[in-house]
C-alpha cells in the first residue's frame, strides 16, 4: 500500500502527542492526590509542634507557605506553556 508523503510522519506526531497528553493526564492525577495528603501531614505535624516547640512551629508554617508558594507558581508557568 502506498502512502502519500508525510502521512505516516503525521500519524506518529499525533500519536506522540497522544501519548504526552496521557502522561501528563496520569501526573496531573496522581499531584491532585498527593497534594491534600501532604498539606494535611504537614499542618498535623505542626500542630503538634506548637505546644512543644513554637519556634519550630512557626518555621515549618512559613516554610510550608514558601513550598506551595514555589509550586503554585510553578503550576501557573506549566499551564501557561500547554
Request: hydrophobic share 50%; charged share 25%.
Amino acid at each position: 500500500r502506498v502512502l502519500k508523503p508525510g502521512i505516516k510522519p503525521f500519524r506518529f506526531q499525533r500519536w506522540k502527542a497522544q501519548v504526552r497528553a496521557n502522561a501528563r493526564a496520569e501526573v496531573e492525577a496522581l499531584q491532585a492526590r498527593i497534594k491534600p495528603h501532604f498539606l494535611f501531614n504537614s499542618m498535623n505535624t505542626i500542630a503538634g509542634l506548637v505546644r512543644s516547640d513554637p519556634v519550630v512551629a512557626e518555621r515549618a508554617v512559613l516554610d510550608l507557605s514558601d513550598l506551595f508558594r514555589a509550586a503554585l507558581g510553578a503550576s501557573k508557568s506549566d499551564s501557561s506553556l500547554a
